[in-house]
């Protein structure tokens, strides 16, 4: 909130209250910036910051996601901000989920650590 609160202090539109359908992010000339001009800002800024593989706007997306669900465990909260439809779509989130808390069990869980470590004596 502090940094969308700084951001408005410079936005070229101002600080002019923004409605529902008012863009964030614009031009200087406070158009709604394009799909485009993010990708562009973002790949500028991976080349910046020394990363080698392609990051896109979606990847961004996919991560607030599943991180939101992480630490949720709102399926229907993450629907209603991806703006899906249908929950079927959300629902590869959940899957991605379970990968993560069987990396947690893995590293965590007693018989885990004894089932990896008899495969590394052998």
């Known amino acids: 909130m502090a ?3 700084e951001w408005m202090k410079y936005r070229p539109m101002g600080d002019e ?4 359908d008012s863009p964030l992010f614009v031009t200087q000339r406070g158009r709604r910036i394009s799909p485009r001009a993010v990708q562009d800002r973002i790949r500028q800024l991976a080349i910046k910051h ?7 706007p979606h990847v961004l997306r996919h991560a607030f996601a599943s ?3 992480e630490s949720s465990g709102d399926l ?3 629907q209603e901000l991806l703006g899906h439809a ?7 989130y959940t899957h991605l989920d379970f990968q993560h808390l069987a990396k ?6 007693p018989r885990a650590q004894k089932r990896g470590k008899r495969n590394t004596d052998s």
């Open 104 to 109: 947690v069990y893995d590293q965590a869980h």
């Open 3 to 5: 940094a969308l609160a």
């Open 67 to 69: 991180h939101l669900l």
């Open 86 to 92: 249908n929950i079927a779509t959300t629902q590869i």
């Open 50 to 56: 020394g990363m080698t593989q392609r990051v896109h």
């Open 76 to 78: 229907r909260a993450v």
């Open 17 to 20: 209250a923004l409605g529902y």
